[in-house]
């Protein structure tokens, strides 16, 4: 049975799928996560529903949630609740229509903590793995203002505004890496299957080799005999590697300052920290969330520990009375353009529609970015590939440009 306090389940739950109609008739239909029937009714009965139709179905895994996926559910829920749909009913339609059944429990969870007279905020709290600090600062501002409609619509834009930077960041670093990844694999099956074959024709030619074609044949050799090595240390290296990236703090201040570092990549990185940054900081300002409150949760927006470290210093300075230009100033992390609309924001009164300003021009220089890489990646990976297989080709093929002279 579900504890009234906590909102937690001890029992096994099933997923109940129901029909009913309301006070006016009207007929409704949803899905609800109960330990039994009389739950499902129960539950209903609170909200004025007569339960005509009540089947249980099979709890299905689902796949992992992803932001994406929360930024939908944002977006979904500030549509309804903007049309006058009331919460309780949003989350059912919500979760009955997502394909992913992770989701649907996500949301019927959050639905019955409401539902047993939990704030939203206080329900997502209780979710941080899917709803950080700053999702749930700003729902919790727009419970307090009685704007939770238009802060639901304004974080929704947020949320997908910055999954779309992300997602250019990411198709901007994964064509290079695939290449790599390709040209090792083609490499590797050279090295272990074509250049033992040469080196049996090559061992009957009774001369010397060319020194390419000895080098080739030392590598294809190394990579015969310790391929299991070789994969070994790297896929290891790899994972280990990632491991330290995504908990280690040292290491994460280390890379996160190497790519910013990143010939071309570093500038894209940092623009694209300046874009969420001053969009966060402006969607919070936004909702009425006092600065040193609003710090709190920028830091961790902007994807980058340089800048998280920034925002720490920007705060501690704001909060001794010092402005928020100047502090951003002192952290020598801002471009100016960023630093000179922040002032004269703060000169007007306007700084969040100055940062939104500011974050939308950074938008933008990501676009261009990643359209202008893609154009200079191409011909400098082509390149690449056509160096490494056609030097080991030219190598391999040394010798019987020089066969004529054997002979």
């Known amino acids: 049975m579900a504890n009234a306090a906590t909102g937690k389940t001890n029992a096994k739950e099933f997923l109940y799928e129901w029909a009913g109609k309301d006070r006016q008739g009207k007929e409704l239909r949803g899905e609800m996560r109960a330990v039994g029937e009389a739950q499902v009714q129960a539950s209903l009965r609170r909200q004025g529903i007569f339960m005509t139709k009540l089947k249980k179905r099979s709890m299905r895994s689902g796949k992992r949630i ?40 996500l949301l019927n969870d959050v639905r019955q903590d409401v539902e047993t007279g939990t704030s939203l905020s206080v329900a997502f709290r209780k979710h941080p793995l899917y709803f950080n600090s700053l999702y749930c600062n700003l729902i919790e501002a727009g419970e307090a203002a009685g704007i939770l409609d238009t802060l639901m619509d304004r974080l929704a834009t947020y949320m997908e505004k910055t999954e779309a930077i992300k997602g250019k960041i990411k198709s901007a670093l994964m064509y290079p890496i695939a290449v790599i990844i390709v040209a090792f694999i083609v490499v590797t099956v050279i090295m272990i299957f074509v250049i033992p074959a040469f080196k049996d024709v090559f061992s009957s030619f009774g001369a010397d080799l060319p020194a390419p074609t000895l080098l080739v044949m030392a590598i294809s050799d190394f990579f015969v005999q310790y391929w299991w090595l070789i994969f070994a240390i790297l896929g290891g290296g790899f994972y280990f590697f990632m491991q330290a990236w995504q908990r280690s703090p040292k290491v994460q201040r280390v890379m996160d300052r190497l790519l910013l570092k990143l010939p071309v990549f570093g500038k894209l990185i940092d623009k694209s920290c300046v874009a969420r940054w001053t969009r966060t900081l402006s969607t919070m300002f936004a909702a009425g969330v006092p600065l040193v409150e609003a710090l709190d949760s920028v830091g ?97 093929y040394l010798p019987i440009f020089k066969l004529g002279q054997v002979v």
């Open 66 to 105: 992803r932001p994406k996926d929360i930024a939908l559910f944002t977006r979904q829920m500030a549509t309804m609740m903007k049309a006058g749909v009331p919460l309780l009913q949003s989350f059912d339609i919500v979760g009955r229509g997502n394909p992913n059944a992770s989701v649907t429990k």
């Open 300 to 396: 961790g927006a902007a994807g980058n520990s340089v800048y998280r470290e920034a925002t720490d210093r920007i705060q501690n300075e704001v909060s001794t009375g010092t402005s928020l230009t100047n502090a951003m100033t002192n952290a020598d992390v801002f471009p100016s353009m960023v630093l000179q609309m922040c002032a004269i924001g703060e000169e007007s009164g306007s700084i969040d529609h100055m940062l939104s300003k500011a974050a939308d021009f950074y938008d933008q220089e990501v676009d261009e970015m990643v359209a202008g890489l893609s154009s200079l990646l191409e011909p400098i990976i082509i390149v690449f590939l056509g160096g490494l297989i056609g030097g080991i080709v030219v190598s391999m």
